[in-house]
């Protein structure tokens, strides 16, 4: 893949990043943790889509389509992930 492919690449997931944290808000944080599941899933999903012959939206050397995907799902698992909370140890033994 040349350098092209791969800035385009990382500057449409950085959009995907960028554009479900305007959508969902919070802080600075979860900015960069948007971003780096973006980032996965972009790049997940157009390397399964190469490992298995899918092309959908192809761009250059860029296979848009499952990498869109991709980062799709890896960003709504990763914000559901992150709204569980842990309960303390003192705040169990203190309800009892």
Do not use: C, D
């Not at 492919?5 to 969902?24: N, Q």
């Not at 996965?40 to 092309?55: D, K, P, Q, T, V």
């Amino acid at each position: 893949m040349i350098l092209q492919s791969v800035l385009l690449g990382m500057v449409i997931a950085t959009f995907y990043g960028a554009l479900f944290h305007f959508w969902r808000g919070g802080s600075l944080i979860r900015l960069g943790l948007y971003l780096i599941f973006a980032w996965i899933g972009f790049w997940g999903g157009h390397w399964l889509a190469g490992l298995i012959g899918w092309e959908f939206i192809p761009v250059g050397q860029l296979n848009l389509g499952p990498a869109t995907i991709g980062s799709m799902v890896i960003l709504a698992i990763g914000y559901w992930l992150s709204l569980v909370q842990v309960e303390s140890e003192h705040n169990s033994h203190t309800k009892r």
